[in-house]
């Protein structure tokens, strides 16, 4: 027995050391005809790696998910650049696609209903038709739709990871928490941002130099995930720790601050709206911290205002005259520049869908690879897209798959705003912060044509789907248990 043994791990060592020599030739080989091929050998091999590897792909995929939620803009051309540039994202995410295919096809299959398939199906093959037309450029112009794939990528992965007995909703929660906090610290640079663009890499993007740190685009959006998961989970969590519970406090109050600095109106707006839908939900535990952190802010702001001190915001100073433009522009009043993106907006969905009525579109969309607005910005830059996720994707597939996918979106989300009320999920409750977040946002930004807000979204929801409908199962489970043993 023992002398098996042995000659099993002798074998094992001969495989490897022939394995090692075959390699090290080839790649002598490839070295001496030319790098590239040395490159694309190696690429070949890092991706049987992580198609193969159990723990490897899902560190990646969420070292990939940070990256893109704090770095935002400045990781999103980062990738192989061949003919044309594909970006790391789409990198990880065809990966995880071959993984979820070979693994765990039939998971998804039974969570995922089919309309949406059909959606994303749709979208790729016209995708696929508007690049033998149009060039690589088509591609940039679906990426949307490309992304959104990771919410089957997210869900199959964290499938795998609870078949292996992992704590599925406490790993998560963990990550949220890590990943939110390094985005509240980058977040601090918002104020002077050179000390990050001054030592960052700069590299060529679509239309302009992209510098790698420093660009905020979206942490607005994040940092109000930040408030909410700290007033939902962590205060609940941490009822007995005064001191981080201050902590807490704190970071949520100076989140607050770094969003009326960034000036967002939709993300002002949305935080307004989630007092509200708190208040209605009858969730004042959660609410009253919303209302406490506003108000101490407000006050601040009004104190600041009295003494004459000049704080200095993205579209101006904070004094009365700036919140009276602020306030007006959001429904396109006012005397300031503010309000004119209001009526700009108006007119491209306006001329869109005319020009759609004209073209007999309405149906079919317009396809990739042309713009849906022709646009150019006060620094030169062409703007391909109406500023609106809703017409963004009329304008591309048609309003079919438009309606099929708003509809699916808000099913998902009614039935995680019913978890949440009929079982106090805290998953739940995420997915309805995002989902609310992203729906709302869609309407008046670009939300779901842009990668570090796509890639951040899709994958978080899939993860998010996948870990609710493990809890709801079991939370059943012992409801009807109970339910049992009182009849017994």
């Given at each position: 027995?023992?002398?098996?043994?042995?000659?099993?791990?002798?074998?094992?060592?001969?495989?490897?050391?022939?394995?090692?020599?075959?390699?090290?030739?080839?790649?002598?080989?490839?070295?001496?005809?030319?790098?590239?091929?040395?490159?694309?050998?190696?690429?070949?091999?890092?991706?049987?790696?992580?198609?193969?590897?159990?723990?490897?792909?899902?560190?990646?995929?969420?070292?990939?998910?940070?990256?893109?939620?704090?770095?935002?803009?400045?990781?999103?051309?980062?990738?192989?650049?061949?003919?044309?540039?594909?970006?790391?994202?789409?990198?990880?995410?065809?990966?995880g696609l071959i993984r979820c295919i070979t693994n765990n096809l039939k998971v998804f299959f039974n969570r995922f209903k089919f309309p949406i398939l059909i959606v994303?199906?749709y979208a790729i093959t016209l995708m696929i038709y508007s690049f033998v037309k149009y060039g690589a450029i088509a591609f940039r112009d679906g990426v949307g739709f490309?992304?959104?794939?990771?919410?089957?990528?997210?869900?199959?992965?964290?499938?795998?990871?609870?078949?292996?007995?992992?704590?599925?909703?406490?790993?998560?929660?963990?990550?949220?928490?890590?990943?939110?906090?390094?985005?509240?610290?980058?977040?601090?640079?918002?104020?002077?941002?050179?000390?990050?663009?001054?030592?960052?890499?700069?590299?060529?993007?679509?239309?302009?130099?992209?510098?790698?740190?420093?660009?905020?685009?979206?942490?607005?959006?994040?940092?109000?995930?930040?408030?909410?998961?700290?007033?939902?989970?962590?205060?609940?969590?941490?009822?007995?720790?005064?001191?981080?519970?201050?902590?807490?406090?704190?970071?949520?109050?100076?989140?607050?601050?770094?969003?009326?600095?960034?000036?967002?109106?939709?993300?002002?707006?949305?935080?307004?709206?989630?007092?509200?839908?708190?208040?209605?939900?009858?969730?004042?535990?959660?609410?009253?911290?919303?209302?406490?952190?506003?108000?101490?802010?407000?006050?601040?702001?009004?104190?600041?205002?009295?003494?004459?001190?000049?704080?200095?915001?993205?579209?101006?100073?904070?004094?009365?005259?700036?919140?009276?433009?602020?306030?007006?522009?959001?429904?396109?009043?006012?005397?300031?520049?503010?309000?004119?993106?209001?009526?700009?907006?108006?007119?491209?969905?306006?001329?869109?869908?005319?020009?759609?009525?004209?073209?007999?579109?309405?149906?079919?969309?317009?396809?990739?690879?042309?713009?849906?607005?022709?646009?150019?910005?006060?620094?030169?830059?062409?703007?391909?897209?109406?500023?609106?996720?809703?017409?963004?994707?009329?304008?591309?597939?048609?309003?079919?798959?438009?309606?099929?996918?708003?509809?699916?979106?808000?099913?998902?989300?009614?039935?995680?705003?019913?978890?949440?009320?009929?079982?106090?999920?805290?998953?739940?409750?995420?997915?309805?912060?995002?989902?609310?977040?992203?729906?709302?946002?869609?309407?008046?930004?670009?939300?779901?044509?842009?990668?570090?807000?796509?890639?951040?979204?899709?994958?978080?929801?899939?993860?998010?789907?996948?870990?609710?409908?493990?809890?709801?199962?079991?939370?059943?489970?012992?409801?009807?248990?109970?339910?049992?043993?009182?009849?017994?």
């Amino acid at each position: 027995m023992k002398y098996y043994s042995v000659s099993i791990s002798n074998n094992y060592n001969n495989t490897t050391l022939i394995l090692s020599v075959v390699i090290s030739i080839i790649v002598s080989v490839l070295v001496s005809i030319n790098h590239k091929l040395f490159i694309i050998f190696l690429g070949i091999i890092v991706l049987g790696i992580l198609i193969k590897s159990r723990k490897l792909y899902i560190s990646v995929l969420l070292t990939i998910i940070s990256m893109y939620l704090v770095l935002n803009q400045g990781i999103t051309n980062v990738g192989v650049n061949i003919t044309f540039l594909i970006p790391i994202g789409e990198i990880v995410l065809g990966i995880g696609l071959i993984r979820c295919i070979t693994n765990n096809l039939k998971v998804f299959f039974n969570r995922f209903k089919f309309p949406i398939l059909i959606v994303f199906t749709y979208a790729i093959t016209l995708m696929i038709y508007s690049f033998v037309k149009y060039g690589a450029i088509a591609f940039r112009d679906g990426v949307g739709f490309i992304e959104a794939l990771y919410i089957f990528v997210t869900y199959s992965e964290f499938n795998m990871l609870s078949n292996r007995g992992i704590d599925i909703e406490n790993f998560i929660y963990r990550f949220i928490r890590i990943v939110l906090n390094t985005l509240f610290i980058y977040s601090l640079f918002y104020i002077n941002s050179s000390i990050l663009t001054n030592i960052s890499p700069i590299y060529k993007g679509y239309q302009k130099d992209i510098y790698l740190l420093g660009n905020f685009n979206s942490i607005h959006t994040w940092l109000l995930v930040l408030i909410i998961y700290n007033t939902s989970i962590v205060l609940s969590k941490n009822k007995n720790k005064i001191i981080s519970r201050m902590l807490v406090h704190i970071q949520s109050i100076i989140s607050l601050l770094l969003i009326l600095i960034t000036t967002s109106r939709v993300v002002i707006i949305l935080y307004f709206l989630f007092i509200v839908l708190f208040i209605l939900l009858k969730r004042m535990d959660i609410a009253k911290y919303l209302i406490a952190y506003v108000t101490m802010l407000g006050v601040v702001a009004f104190i600041i205002i009295g003494l004459g001190i000049k704080l200095k915001l993205r579209r101006g100073c904070l004094d009365i005259q700036f919140l009276k433009e602020f306030i007006l522009s959001s429904v396109g009043k006012g005397s300031s520049g503010m309000s004119d993106g209001f009526y700009q907006r108006i007119y491209w969905n306006m001329n869109l869908i005319m020009e759609s009525v004209k073209n007999n579109q309405v149906l079919t969309g317009r396809g990739f690879g042309i713009p849906l607005i022709n646009f150019v910005d006060s620094q030169g830059y062409l703007v391909r897209e109406p500023h609106n996720s809703y017409m963004s994707i009329y304008g591309r597939v048609g309003i079919i798959a438009l309606l099929t996918w708003s509809v699916c979106m808000i099913r998902m989300l009614i039935n995680s705003l019913k978890n949440f009320i009929n079982y106090d999920n805290k998953i739940s409750l995420l997915i309805v912060v995002f989902m609310i977040i992203g729906l709302f946002t869609g309407i008046v930004e670009p939300f779901f044509e842009l990668p570090y807000y796509t890639i951040v979204f899709y994958s978080l929801l899939g993860m998010l789907l996948y870990c609710e409908g493990d809890k709801i199962k079991k939370l059943r489970r012992v409801i009807k248990n109970e339910e049992n043993n009182i009849y017994i």
